[in-house]
Nanobody, 116 residues
């Protein structure tokens, strides 16, 4: 069983920066993938960025060049640094973990609101 809790969301002006954190507990293995997803009102949840030891960091086209995902495999932390934020980045951001069996775990989410 894996538990994830996000923090760091908030209100930021367009063009600003924000950093999100996720702390995990339970059976988290460094070789499995962790990721950030987001869901805007009325839209489907979408992948923002993912990271694992084989593929490294992968970003969606929407955030490439503006976001950096990092992971502390010792303390089971996942981070997302965002810059040059746009109004379309407004969403609830979720931390995600996928085990080697395919089991998925989600955090409760943290709200990011970008004002224009």
């Amino acid at each position: 069983q894996v538990q994830l809790v996000e923090s760091g969301g908030g209100l930021v002006e367009a063009g600003g920066s924000l950093s999100l954190s996720c702390v995990g507990s339970g059976r988290i293995y460094r070789f499995n993938t962790m990721a950030w997803y987001r869901q805007a009102p009325g839209k489907q949840r979408e992948l923002v960025a993912s990271i694992n030891s084989n593929d490294g960091a992968v970003y969606s086209d929407a955030v490439k060049g503006r976001c950096t995902i990092t992971r502390d495999v010792v303390k089971d932390y996942l981070f997302l640094q965002m810059k040059d934020l746009k109004s379309e980045d407004t969403a609830v951001y979720y931390c995600h973990y996928r085990s080697h069996t395919g089991a998925e775990s989600w955090g409760p989410g943290t709200q990011v609101t970008v004002s224009s």
